[in-house]
């Protein structure tokens, strides 16, 4: 997190292979994942380092599956200091599940994570930000599991997640088994419609002058920034994945 005058912005990352974005999911590529090269650890160390140079702490989402496999670098995320969160286990979309299935994922990614740091976690991010109109029954879901907060709810309108109307703030939502609150991540209102200016791959689609503008304009506004990006993001010899053109 970083704090300028009057506001505290938070930073986070989303802690995945590069073959395991949902942009290139498929059953056959997710029966291949233990045969890809891994390079996760040192595109986190990359950031571990930028980050320690500023003088920032983050948010790592980390996905259990990536935990499990590397635990040592759970544990360099946290002996430096940020905040440890799941990014649930096998990076699949809750619009693919059942409530049974998600509680299992996110159980054991909780329980992955806290075993490799000897503390609790408290904060948990959907794979492509996968909370919808749709799958809200997630959020009660979440409150059961323990968790304290979400960062699921992305207020835009999008082909595979968002939640057009939804509260774009951080705020606190209730549930049949309790509250937990929501921290979405950034947008801004232009006109009729709120776009999003949190980062990730729309980090990578404006041009970084138009994104500081925006992101300028939503802090002189009064609201924090919620920022996401990936390691794979930090890694300019990654490898190209086959899917669509658009992908």
């Given at each position: 997190?970083?704090?300028?005058?009057?506001?505290?912005?938070?930073l986070?990352?989303?802690?995945?292979?590069?073959f395991?974005?949902?942009?290139?999911?498929?059953?056959?590529?997710?029966?291949?994942?233990?045969?890809?090269?891994?390079r996760?650890?040192?595109?986190?160390?990359?950031?571990?380092?930028?980050?320690?140079?500023?003088?920032?702490?983050?948010?790592?989402?980390?996905?259990?599956?990536v935990a499990?496999?590397?635990?040592s670098?759970?544990?360099?995320?946290a002996?430096?200091?940020?905040?440890?969160?799941?990014?649930?286990?096998?990076?699949?979309m809750?619009?693919?599940?059942?409530?049974?299935?998600?509680?299992?994922?996110?159980?054991?990614?909780?329980?992955?994570?806290?075993?490799?740091?000897?503390?609790?976690?408290?904060?948990?991010?959907?794979?492509?930000?996968?909370?919808?109109?749709?799958?809200?029954?997630?959020?009660?879901?979440?409150?059961e599991e323990?968790?304290?907060?979400?960062?699921?709810?992305?207020?835009v309108?999008?082909?595979?997640?968002?939640?057009?109307?939804?509260?774009?703030?951080?705020?606190?939502?209730?549930t049949?088994?309790?509250?937990?609150?929501?921290?979405?991540?950034?947008?801004?209102?232009?006109?009729?419609?709120?776009?999003?200016?949190?980062?990730?791959?729309?980090?990578?689609?404006?041009?970084?002058?138009?994104?500081?503008?925006?992101?300028?304009?939503?802090?002189?506004?009064?609201?924090?920034?919620?920022m996401?990006?990936?390691?794979?993001?930090?890694?300019?010899?990654?490898?190209?994945?086959?899917?669509?053109?658009?992908?």
């Amino acid at each position: 997190m970083s704090s300028i005058p009057g506001k505290v912005h938070a930073l986070s990352f989303d802690v995945e292979e590069h073959f395991q974005v949902s942009a290139f999911w498929s059953d056959e590529r997710r029966s291949k994942w233990e045969s890809y090269e891994s390079r996760v650890e040192r595109n986190v160390d990359k950031i571990l380092t930028l980050l320690s140079l500023h003088g920032i702490h983050a948010t790592f989402f980390v996905l259990g599956w990536v935990a499990l496999r590397h635990p040592s670098l759970v544990k360099a995320i946290a002996s430096r200091g940020h905040e440890i969160a799941s990014h649930g286990f096998g990076h699949e979309m809750i619009t693919s599940q059942q409530p049974a299935q998600f509680r299992e994922d996110v159980r054991r990614s909780k329980e992955t994570i806290e075993n490799i740091t000897g503390t609790a976690i408290h904060g948990y991010r959907a794979p492509s930000f996968t909370i919808t109109p749709q799958t809200r029954w997630a959020l009660e879901v979440l409150v059961e599991e323990g968790f304290l907060y979400d960062s699921s709810i992305f207020p835009v309108q999008h082909d595979r997640y968002g939640m057009p109307g939804a509260n774009p703030y951080c705020h606190r939502i209730e549930t049949e088994s309790g509250s937990l609150w929501e921290v979405p991540p950034s947008t801004l209102k232009m006109g009729p419609v709120r776009v999003p200016i949190a980062g990730g791959g729309y980090f990578r689609f404006y041009p970084y002058p138009v994104l500081r503008r925006l992101l300028c304009r939503a802090a002189a506004d009064g609201h924090p920034l919620i920022m996401y990006f990936h390691p794979w993001e930090f890694d300019p010899e990654q490898p190209r994945m086959r899917g669509s053109m658009l992908s």
